[in-house]
């Protein structure tokens, strides 16, 4: 890994209003990804970058925020994930610059890696983890094409640097179709007696306010979602219930519960580096998703 220079994350923290560790893990976890990126290789699929961390890194900071892990889907997934598990695990215990924490974790649908940087450049803070998560997941399809892309972290950007690396991304529309289902059925659960919300959650609300601004909300979209949600909902709460009953119950508990907007605006507060001024609010978000919702109800 290149040596770095701290004084250029000390210009992004000042620039972005944050701490340094934030920059400082933004770096290493791009790091890790570029090392998995140029060194997988397999004929039976496709290794595609996906998740927040690609909407700021890949999509030209598409939301302003950060974002500490790193997601990895593997398309289309094969019949056995033996061989394609244990290349991921090779890779993961040879990386340059880094070290495994403990064994990864692993699933049926997913492996997940922890890291430490071997030269301990990654500084603790509350709203950050202490070490750098990377997860793979397998999945059988995807609706939209994936999008190459170049991968900047803050560093080089600000540096001048070339881009750290190219890679196969997820579409904007497919990263929004997770993200809606995910953030209804957590926000279901959590009237339930088997609640499965977390704060952190209050980020696919969060991004989904900017990312349904950059494509259209046609038919295969609508379907898509309600494909995908009907899946997760039989896979994750075990209940068949219309898309329709569900999105409506969530933004009544979106505006009548208010924890959420609490749990909104301290997540904007620790990760949003937008200006202060340009941040989103509890309600401008809530008033997009419900949009985004009476859209896919039409």
Request: aromatic share 12%; with cysteine.
């Amino acid at each position: 890994m290149q040596e770095l220079n701290l004084e250029i994350f000390e210009i992004i923290a000042t620039e972005k209003a944050c701490d340094i560790a934030f920059p400082l893990k933004e770096k290493m976890l791009i790091e890790v990804i570029k090392q998995f990126v140029e060194r997988f290789n397999s004929d039976t699929g496709q290794l595609l970058f996906g998740g927040g961390t690609s909407l700021v890194c890949a999509y030209d900071e598409l939301t302003k925020r950060f974002s500490e892990d790193a997601d990895f889907r593997f398309v289309p997934c094969p019949k056995s994930t033996k061989h394609i598990r244990q290349d991921l695990i090779n890779i993961a215990k040879s990386l340059d610059g880094f070290e495994l924490v403990g064994e990864p974790i692993s699933d049926s649908r997913k492996i997940e890696f922890r890291f430490i940087d071997s030269a301990n450049l990654v500084q603790a803070h509350s709203s950050l983890r202490p070490y750098i998560k990377v997860e793979f997941f397998f999945t059988d399809k995807l609706f939209y094409p994936p999008v190459q892309k170049k991968l900047y972290s803050f560093y080089n950007k600000m540096a001048d640097n070339l881009p750290e690396t190219e890679v196969m991304c997820v579409s904007l529309q497919d990263t929004s179709i997770d993200k809606v289902s995910s953030f209804l059925w957590r926000i279901y659960s959590d009237n339930t007696e088997h609640s499965q919300y977390n704060p952190a959650d209050m980020r696919h609300m969060h991004d989904l306010t900017f990312l349904s601004k950059c494509f259209c909300i046609d038919e295969t979209f609508k379907l898509a979602v309600k494909q995908v949600f009907e899946e997760d909902l039989k896979h994750r709460l075990k209940k068949d219930i219309s898309f329709r009953d569900i999105s409506n119950q969530v933004i009544e508990l979106l505006i009548s519960n208010k924890k959420y907007k609490t749990d909104f605006t301290k997540y904007v507060s620790n990760i949003s580096y937008a200006k202060t001024a340009e941040r989103l609010t509890f309600k401008e978000a809530v008033s997009a998703f419900q949009l985004l919702i009476n859209q896919l109800q039409d």
